[in-house]
């Protein structure tokens, strides 16, 4: 089950878009990428996810790349409350295995 | 709410002491997980489970144990608390639905 590899941290001014990239090299044909993100003290909630094309919802957009090496989370208009470490995973048989994502700071 | 329920969610103990931690969830879900998140770091995956009755090693299973003898409920536990257990616990939940996993809102752990 390998991990995905993400920058440490980015910084992003308000209400502007961001976009936080993902490399997975070892991905299969069949494996989804995942995002999730997590807030302050508190557990991790699902973002989006997608397996071949890219991938809107109300809360972010997914571009992945046309050899599935590489995926990008895209926040069109980034807020203090979008503030968080995301992760980008590729599950593996049965389970997640979380790397240590990227922390996203939002500058007011 | 549907969701998944994690108790306690604090609690300090002593090197050596044992306990448990509980994880509920009531999405019928077959698939429960307990990761552990130690300070600026990821999750890091202890036991799963995918089913009632069974479970298996993740990333870092030493020095606990699980049960999940109801569907509903995931038992983490530690028979000898040491220093290097403080941390906070996540339990998450998967349906192999649409939105993946759900977590809990973690029990931190501290031994002292």
């Known amino acids: 089950d390998a991990k995905t590899t993400q920058p440490n941290s980015m910084e992003s001014n308000e209400e502007e878009p961001v976009h936080l990239p993902c490399n997975h090299s070892?991905?299969?044909?069949?494996?989804?990428i995942h995002w999730y993100r997590q807030l302050p003290s508190q557990g991790p909630e699902y973002v989006i996810h997608g397996l071949t094309s890219n991938v809107n919802n109300r809360m972010a957009s997914l571009a992945i790349a046309e050899d599935r090496k590489s995926s990008t989370l895209i926040l069109h208009r980034a807020t203090l409350r979008d503030a968080a470490v995301y992760y980008c995973?590729?599950?593996?048989?049965?389970?997640?295995?979380f790397g240590t994502g990227t922390r996203l700071k939002v500058l007011a | 709410n549907a969701g998944v329920t994690q108790t306690p969610k604090f609690r300090v103990l002593k090197t050596g002491q044992s306990m448990t931690l509980l994880c509920a969830q009531d999405m019928n879900h077959e698939y429960m997980y307990w990761y552990r998140q130690d300070p600026g770091m990821g999750l890091r995956l202890i036991h799963y489970s995918v089913g009632e009755g069974t479970t298996a090693k993740g990333e870092v299973p030493d020095g606990y144990n699980v049960s999940r003898l109801k569907k509903q409920n995931f038992l983490l536990g530690l028979e000898s608390a040491a220093p290097s257990q403080t941390s906070v616990y996540f339990c998450a939940s998967d349906g192999r639905g649409y939105y993946g996993y759900t977590f809990g809102s973690g029990t931190r752990l501290t031994v002292v």
């Open positions: 995973i590729r599950p593996g048989t049965y389970k997640y295995i």
């Open positions: 070892t991905i299969s044909g069949t494996d989804y």
